[in-house]
């Protein structure tokens, strides 16, 4: 019987490049994003639901950006439009850390809570018949390049996700998987990833996911 994987999170889900000119939108191909190369490294038996969203962060609506930003409606659409859904990653944090949000690791950590609560309810599980989930800290930002002026001070809020979701995964009994310790930011915006980081991420995942 076939599975089905439904990779939620931001731009680093959807697959948009580094940024080298602010506001043109770019994406690389299903070759290269991370959600893809992880379906491949699971086989056959598995199906993909790729639900990453540009800016989204776990419990901010954006004023600039939007309020759909905020992740909780999104994740409630996500897993009423797909499924029945076998294994789920979230990977978001990265967003929060921007200077708008004035948000700590811990406040964004709690953000995530929010949303595993959604995702581990009785209401999600029921629908789905039970589903694992993989919670995934993105590495660190750099503070760098064009877009530097959002995230200024991110780079230790973001260094000190990791271990906040990794206290949290725990807790929660669900699997974790910190990016950081497989891949780094790119050295051109400091914030999304390069090809070779997404191949090396998707085949982490898929690791992990098959650990569940």
Same mark, same amino acid.
Request: charged share 20%; hydrophobic share 45%.
């Given at each position: 019987?076939?599975?089905?994987?439904?990779?939620?999170?931001?731009?680093?889900?959807?697959?948009?490049?580094?940024?080298?000119?602010?506001?043109?939108?770019?994406?690389?191909?299903?070759?290269?994003?991370?959600?893809?190369?992880?379906?491949?490294?699971?086989?056959?038996?598995?199906?993909?639901?790729?639900?990453?969203?540009?800016?989204?962060?776990?419990?901010?609506?954006?004023?600039?950006?939007?309020?759909?930003?905020?992740?909780?409606?999104?994740?409630? /659409? +996500?897993? =009423?439009?797909? &499924?029945?859904?076998?294994?789920? @990653?979230?990977?978001? *944090?990265?967003?929060?850390?921007? #200077? %708008?949000?004035?948000?700590?690791?811990?406040?964004?950590?709690?953000?995530?809570?929010?949303?595993?609560?959604?995702?581990?309810?009785?209401?999600?599980?029921?629908?789905?018949?039970?589903?694992?989930?993989?919670?995934?800290?993105?590495?660190?930002?750099?503070?760098?390049?064009? /877009? +530097?002026? =959002?995230?200024? &001070?991110?780079?230790?809020?973001? @260094?000190?996700?990791? *271990?906040?979701?990794?206290?949290? #995964? %725990?807790?929660?009994?669900?699997?974790?998987?910190?990016?950081?310790?497989?891949?780094?930011?790119?050295?051109?915006?400091?914030?999304?990833?390069?090809?070779?980081?997404?191949?090396?991420?998707?085949?982490?995942?898929?690791?992990?996911?098959?650990?569940?």
């Amino acid at each position: 019987m076939t599975r089905l994987l439904l990779t939620f999170g931001d731009s680093n889900t959807h697959g948009t490049p580094p940024i080298t000119v602010p506001g043109r939108y770019e994406r690389f191909g299903e070759d290269t994003r991370w959600p893809q190369v992880a379906l491949a490294a699971l086989g056959p038996d598995w199906r993909l639901a790729e639900e990453g969203l540009p800016g989204r962060t776990t419990c901010f609506a954006d004023p600039v950006m939007g309020s759909h930003m905020e992740g909780s409606e999104g994740l409630k /659409i +996500a897993l =009423q439009s797909h &499924g029945p859904i076998d294994a789920m @990653t979230l990977m978001l *944090g990265t967003n929060d850390c921007k #200077a %708008r949000f004035g948000a700590s690791a811990e406040r964004i950590a709690a953000g995530m809570a929010g949303l595993l609560d959604i995702a581990m309810g009785v209401e999600m599980q029921t629908r789905h018949g039970g589903f694992k989930v993989l919670l995934i800290a993105p590495p660190p930002i750099l503070e760098q390049g064009p /877009i +530097a002026g =959002q995230f200024t &001070g991110a780079a230790a809020k973001s @260094t000190a996700l990791a *271990g906040a979701l990794r206290d949290l #995964a %725990r807790v929660r009994e669900i699997g974790f998987l910190d990016a950081g310790a497989v891949i780094r930011s790119s050295q051109t915006d400091g914030v999304h990833f390069e090809p070779e980081a997404h191949r090396l991420l998707g085949a982490a995942v898929a690791n992990a996911l098959a650990g569940l």
